[in-house]
């Protein structure tokens, strides 16, 4: 028997009960930290100190003994270990949570906070634990400034062809916890309806994309994520 292709896309809200904050609600990232300042190259050339501070919080709030994997993250490994399934899982977090709950070989579309790169080199090596201004590369002499390996607005995305290809032979692309405003992923459901995939949306509520799913379903992630892959897999 053939296998059932699927490529799952996540966002902020699939990390939201394990105590990562998402980004646009009320009281998301973007409320208290204006984009302009800590999240384009931009902001990063005028003044780093801000952007490693704001992305030491972040790594600091990872290692918080209080977030850990939820149900979601979980579930996401039992439909990986499925005999009749063959799983991609598109990430837009920076968080470590789907590999801390089991499933390998995530793409990380928007990088990672375990990561740093050279800003001038481009090497890539594991995060530092916090960014400061003394704190430079190894690879250049004299050291150049360290970057989180993250993307950044006006960059493109990693492993885009890879992503492309996994939509391009999807059987069914599923999109939890994520609000669809920022592109490319936004536009995955549209590329994987053209390439012949069932679409599903699993969310806490309908976002402005909803329509463009051919399935939706509603509440919190570590509910309905366990309870969408049950179903699917006991059919
Ligand atoms: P957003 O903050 O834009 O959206 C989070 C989504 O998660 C919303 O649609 C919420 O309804 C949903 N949500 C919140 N809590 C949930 C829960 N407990 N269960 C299920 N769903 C829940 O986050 P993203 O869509 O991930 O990019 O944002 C996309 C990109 O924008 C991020 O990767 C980041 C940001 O700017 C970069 O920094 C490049």
Partial sequence: MSKTRIVV???AGISQESGIQTFRASDGLWENHPIKEVATPQGFERD???VYQFYNQRIA????????????HKALVDLHNAKNVELTIVTQNVDDLHERAGSPQVIHM?????EARCSVSG????AVEAYGMERGCECCQPSNRLR??????GEVPFFMETIENALFHADVFIAI???GNVYPAAGFV??????GAKTVELNLEPTGNHAQFDEGHYGKASEVVPSYINAFLNK
Avoid at 61 to 72: I, K, Q, W, Y
Avoid at 110 to 114: F, N, T, V
């Fill in 190 to 195: 549209e590329l994987a309806h053209q390439f």
């Fill in 177 to 179: 916890g994520t609000s």
């Fill in 110 to 114: 928007h990088g990672s906070l375990r």
């Fill in 61 to 72: 709030r990872l290692e918080d003994d209080n977030v850990n994997p939820n149900a979601a």
């Fill in 148 to 153: 989180p390996n993250i993307v950044w607005f």
């Fill in 9 to 11: 896309l996540t966002g």
């Fill in 123 to 126: 090497k890539v090596v594991p």
């Fill in 48 to 50: 780093p100190s801000k």
